[in-house]
């Protein structure tokens, strides 16, 4: 059999989820009174030897502790702790556990949970005397992309906004530049005041701006942009590193209703190196109405449970964080497992807390897998010869007699044509868009 379906209904699961969430329903049983804190773990996402470095005067630490209880629970306590530091005057931390460099040094960084438990990290902080040159394909260009600058719906689309145009979404850096440094008699940038720049007075709503406030001064991003235009707008080295990937951590996480999780996203480099870009990363939820998440990367789920993903975008690069927000309820009783996606739905259904759906009925069955397979109602005759037929697998039968039908084909050709927008926009095109329908 090529294509299986779950013995439990898809849209009956639905049905009863909504039921199920309208009630005030308890914490879900281990995500209440997490019990006592055994103890913390305090991590950066590159610590190496107990330590990190921080290398340049805009080069950040979002640390992440966590909290291992004696409940089996893990929780989220980076704003929950107490942060010093030993010698002072090295670092700053923020009491979100945000680590800022104030000059070059040896620091070491201590935790402290409230009548709980307690740990250190190392921090080497260098290149503050003798600063750092600015990359802007890899340093700066992301920014725009973070803020909505390089959008379509801003200065990325094909004619700019008031004069002023980007790369969409920074896919070309090196127009870009040109943009932003020779375009306009180089009226936008002013190395010898770069805080009266255009670029910046514009994005931090200190001149008049379409896109309204989107940099706040003092800002990592200002301050970055600043230290650029102060180093007279370096484009960067053919060899300086290149980014190979983004990691966000953690990766995935148990959470409660109305809980916190910081994220950390950090970037590899072609010479090995990585580097912290939680606040220079776009964070996007696919469900803000079961979690948001802030520009800073704190994770905030709502009172609805189910399962929500975090995308962190970065230079064209990708990374996610999974999060389950389970209901609670024990998942009992589940039906036999017939398949493999099955094993997939009833395990994702204990991990929620999720009863199922009792299995469907002959009738309904029928009827939501022709629906779905082949986008119609069943006929009389289909009815009656499936619900006269007495073999066991007569439901695995149907769907492999609708997945041959040309109505399946023809259905999903739909689907399909209408998501890769097969359009007939022009008469010349009649024989492309024909041809690429009947392909599908």
């Known amino acids: 059999m090529r294509y299986a379906f779950s013995l439990v209904c898809p849209l009956a699961f639905l049905c009863t989820t909504t039921a199920l969430l309208a009630a005030d329903t308890p914490e879900p049983p281990g995500l209440g009174d997490?019990?006592?804190?055994?103890?913390?773990?305090?991590?950066?996402?590159?610590?190496i030897d107990g330590k990190f470095v921080l290398a340049g005067r805009d080069a950040h630490q979002q640390l992440l502790v966590t909290g291992m209880y004696d409940s089996g629970q893990v929780r989220d306590l980076s704003r929950d702790v107490v942060y010093?530091?030993?010698p002072e005057g090295i670092v700053t931390v923020d009491p979100s556990g945000y680590v800022s460099p104030l000059v070059e040094g040896d620091v070491t960084v201590h935790i402290q949970?409230?009548?709980?438990?307690?740990?250190?990290?190392?921090?080497?902080?260098?290149?503050?005397?003798?600063?750092?040159?600015?990359?802007?394909?890899?340093?700066?260009?992301?920014?725009?992309?973070?803020?909505?600058c390089n959008s379509g719906g801003c200065h990325g689309k094909s004619g700019g906004q008031n004069g002023f145009r980007l790369s969409l979404l920074g896919f070309v850096p090196d127009e870009d530049y040109e943009y932003l440094v020779k375009?306009?008699?180089?009226r936008r940038l002013f190395p010898?005041?770069?805080?009266?720049?255009?670029?910046l007075a514009k994005a931090a709503a200190q001149s008049p701006h379409g896109g309204g406030h989107r940099i706040a001064v003092e800002s990592p991003a200002y301050r970055l942009l600043h230290r650029w235009i102060e180093q007279g707008m370096p484009y960067g080295s053919p060899e300086d590193?290149?980014?190979?990937?983004?990691?966000?951590?953690?990766?995935?996480?148990?959470?409660?209703?109305?809980?916190?999780?910081?994220?950390?996203?950090?970037?590899?480099?072609?010479?090995?190196?990585?580097?912290?870009?939680?606040?220079?990363?776009q964070f996007d939820s696919n469900?803000?109405?079961?979690?948001?998440?802030?520009?800073?990367?704190?994770?905030?789920?709502?009172?609805?449970?189910?399962?929500?993903a975090v995308m962190a975008r970065y230079q064209g690069y990708v990374g996610v964080f999974r999060a389950t927000i389970p209901l609670g309820v024990p998942a009992d009783n589940l039906p036999p497992v017939k398949t493999l996606v099955d094993t997939h739905v009833f395990a994702k259904l204990q991990d929620l807390g999720l009863p199922s759906s009792e299995v469907s009925v002959e009738q309904t069955f029928l009827r939501r897998v022709t629906i779905d397979i082949s986008g119609r109602l069943p006929t009389v005759e289909e009815a009656e010869a499936f619900?006269?037929?007495s073999s066991p697998n007569k439901r695995a039968e149907l769907v492999d007699r609708l997945l041959e039908s040309t109505d399946h084909a023809e259905y999903f050709a739909n689907k399909w044509s209408a998501i890769l927008r097969n359009k007939l926009r022009a008469e010349y095109e009649k024989t492309a868009t024909f041809g690429f329908y009947d392909w599908i």
């Not at 997490?34 to 913390?40: A, E, H, N, T, W």
């Not at 010898?192 to 670029?199: C, I, K, M, N």
């Open 287 to 308: 469900d803000t109405e079961m979690a948001e998440v802030s520009a800073t990367g704190l994770v905030t789920t709502a009172k609805l449970t189910g399962s929500v």
């Open 34 to 47: 997490p019990g006592k804190l055994v103890s913390i773990t305090i991590d950066s996402g590159r610590t």
């Open 183 to 186: 375009e306009g008699r180089g």
């Open 387 to 389: 619900l006269l037929n």
């Open 192 to 199: 010898s005041a770069p805080s009266r720049s255009l670029l």
């Open 84 to 86: 010093t530091v030993t």
């Open 241 to 281: 590193p290149t980014v190979t990937h983004i990691e966000v951590l953690p990766k995935e996480r148990l959470m409660g209703r109305e809980h916190f999780q910081q994220l950390v996203s950090i970037a590899h480099y072609t010479d090995g190196s990585t580097k912290d870009i939680s606040r220079m990363t």
């Open 113 to 148: 949970v409230p009548d709980g438990p307690d740990g250190t990290i190392a921090v080497s902080v260098t290149n503050i005397e003798v600063d750092l040159p600015v990359n802007f394909p890899n340093q700066v260009v992301p920014i725009f992309t973070k803020y909505g």
